[in-house]
Every structure is written in structure tokens, then in C-alpha cells.
């Protein structure tokens, strides 16, 4: 006779051991600034009841029943770069909120949406062409350009958008020079990379980065002028 509750207990380990390895590859990711590269994924668990679930989860093949719990990742991976200081961690783990930690991959199935997560965070390679993006999302290339065209958008505008979108995230982390930041972006040299920034929201990245530290330099301002102001009558 089956016993069902240990059988579920089960099934819910291996579920939250596979949850909690995914927000560690995220967090490796987010430590790099690029995607980490699945050879595979060695789960303890004998298999999940839910059809492909972890296959899903990590887009890789899952090896069951293993000894540990493990990540194979591609070798170049570990060349990579830590792109982030102790400083930066410590806001990441400041002003992150948990359920994002423990969030799933986002599920939103819009169209853009699913560009972006074929795209990834990795900006600094070539993106890929009209043609391949449409073979990657299984239509055609007439009918991704329609469908661009009926949210009011190129393949052009939703890669510029999308490279503003992380260069501004990343100007918003001082630790990060604009030169890193440029060629995060892919840009051969940092002058192309200002002319775009400039062409896209008015700004160069250093005045982009000083206008979002408005409220520390009034504060600095604040404590300068209450420093050197009178004492008379206190």
C-alpha cells in the first residue's frame, strides 16, 4: 500500500528544493549580468507529476534520482565577471523584495515579453535578426512585423527600447562606470554608445545619472547651508 502523505511530502520537497535552486541561478545571474548558460540540472527528486514542470522551470534536460542536487553550467560562465560590489548586495538585499526572490519565471506571455525573456539580459552580443526572432516565436517574418505594427512598433524600436530600458537600470548603480555600462550594452565604443543614450532620452549617461540623484545632492546642499549658517540668537 502507497503511503500518500509521505509520497506528497515528497513531492513537495522536491518542488521547493528545485524553486529554491532557481532563485540561486537567478541571483548568480544577477551577480554577472547575463544569463547562466543550463548543461543540465541533477535533481535528487524521482520525478515530478506534473509532466516537463522542472523542465520548464530550467530550460535544460533534468537528471532524476541523482545523488545531489546540482547545476552543470557551460564552462565560460565561470569566466565571467562579477559586475557588482559588496555595496551594491547589500541594496540589492535592502530594497529587494522577497516575493521576487521566490517569484516564478515570468509568465507574462505577451509578445514583447517573450522577445525580451529570447533575448535575455545579455546585451553585449549582437541581437538576433528579424528572421531568427521570428523562427525562435514560430511565425513568420510578415506576420512578427503585423503584429509589431499593431502595438505600434519595429523590431528596431523594441531593441533600442529595450537598451535604453537596461542602460538605465544600470546608470541607477554608481558602482557600475559608464564605460561597463556601455559595453554591457554592446557598444564597440562608449562614444556610440552616448550618442544613442542621447538620441533616446535627451540626456548623455552622465547627466542622465546625475538628474536620478536629485534628492541626495539637496540633502547635501541642506546640511551644507545648515553648517555654515548663523548661530546668532541660539
Known sequence: MV???????ELEASYTTARMMAIWRRFCQWLIGKPLDLLGVYLQAQGPDKDNYFEQLFGCDIFYGSEHNAFLIAEHNLDCPLIHTEESLRKFLRNAPYHL????????SSLLSQMKRIIGTDLSHEFPSVVAMAEQLHMSVRTLRRRLK??????????????????CRWLNQPELKINAVSALLGF?????????????TGMTPGEYRASRQPEALSQNQLSTSLGSAPTEGL
Request: net charge negative; no cysteine; charged share 35%.
Open 188 to 200: 564597440d565604443e562608449p562614444s556610440a554608445f552616448h550618442r544613442s543614450f542621447k538620441k533616446w
Open 3 to 9: 503511503d500518500t502523505t509521505q509520497l506528497h511530502s
Open 150 to 167: 499593431d502595438l505600434d512598433t519595429t523590431y528596431q524600436q523594441f531593441k533600442d527600447e529595450l537598451r535604453q530600458e537596461h542602460a
Open 101 to 108: 526572490l521566490v517569484a516564478q519565471e515570468d509568465e507574462d
